[in-house]
């Protein structure tokens, strides 16, 4: 098969160990920097170029794109779409999982365990709003926040304020804001999970270092192998269908009323979790595309 993996980052461990896994299973791979990639729109004739050339011939792509460029990114993973090659995460799914609300809206729908959430715009009510959630402290987030950016721990109804506030002055566009419920037992740990083809096939445990309430190992988190219950991975597993992610990475932590998921990462880092528990995870995707790219029905199935 002819494979793209589209990413900025051709020296990224993830990006390095697709490439290599594709190579040892005979398939021919190219790393294209999607941000040097432009589409040419015309009627029944979607194209991608980049570098001066036709990119053509692709059986599947690999998207690995990242946050800042989901809007660009994203565009260029539909024109492939549009062309009839297989995608390992839709266009569709990728913006959804950006967008925190929307994840947990989805999720929330297909009945998945979330912390309890408020989406709102006004500090009016915010008294209010966290009483609903049970008291302080409570966890704000920035609707778009990743690797652990935009998230604060607000331990007083004053210090809550002055973080909404803080938040709305950064963008003039109006910020989108979630107030999440802080679960104690679970603070500072958490359990990040790689799911392929619907399966989980590797987990670690991330534990914060220096009190800081964040788990994420972008922040300094340490990372150790875990075993999941069958009520977690039945939790992971659920979590992902319901963003339509067949290959992604899913956070979730343990409260005392079950697993309780945070996110759902379309373009997950293998690193951390393929040095901590010893699973070739760049092969199980391979493998995920070998089995599914020939078998893609040849229509455009792009959500707007």
């Known amino acids: 098969m002819k494979i793209a993996i589209l990413s900025n980052g051709p020296g990224n461990y993830s990006t390095k160990r697709l490439k290599e ?58 024109q492939f779409e549009m062309q009839g090659v297989y995608s390992t995460a839709s266009s569709l799914a990728i913006v959804r999982s950006r967008d925190k609300l929307r994840s947990i809206q989805l999720m929330a729908r297909a009945g998945v365990g979330i912390p309890k959430t408020v989406f709102t715009r006004s500090i009016n009510d915010i008294e209010e709003q966290i009483d609903d959630m049970g008291g302080y402290p409570v966890i704000i987030k920035l609707a778009r926040g990743t690797h652990g950016n935009g998230v604060v721990l607000a331990e007083t109804k004053k210090a809550a304020k002055s973080v909404m506030q803080a938040f709305y ?108 528990t010893g699973r070739n995870v760049a092969e199980k995707i391979i493998e995920h595309v070998e089995r599914n790219a020939k078998k893609q029905p040849r229509k455009d199935k792009v959500g707007a």
Do not use: W
């Not at 220096?210 to 992971?236: C, I, W």
């Open 21 to 78: 896994e594709a190579l040892k299973r005979g398939h021919e791979v190219d790393i294209v920097r999607y941000k040097n990639c432009s589409a040419v729109i015309e009627k029944n004739s979607p194209i991608v170029k980049y570098r001066g050339s036709t990119l053509e011939g692709y059986d599947a792509v690999v998207p690995r794109i990242a946050s800042n460029m989901t809007r660009y990114g994203t565009a260029i993973v539909r």
């Open 169 to 276: 002055v950064m963008d003039d566009d109006g910020t989108n804001i979630l107030l999440q419920e802080f679960v104690k037992e679970s603070a500072g740990q958490d359990i990040r999970s790689l799911v392929v083809g619907g399966k989980v096939v590797a987990s670690i445990k991330r534990q914060s270092l220096d009190d800081d309430f964040r788990s994420n190992t972008h922040q300094g988190g340490a990372g150790s192998p875990v075993k999941l219950t069958d009520e977690e991975r039945r939790a992971v597993q659920k979590a992902a269908k319901a963003m339509n992610l067949s290959i992604c990475g899913v956070d979730m932590m343990r409260s005392v009323r079950g697993p309780l998921i945070l996110e759902v990462n379309s373009s997950a880092s293998l690193k951390t979790p393929e040095l901590i």
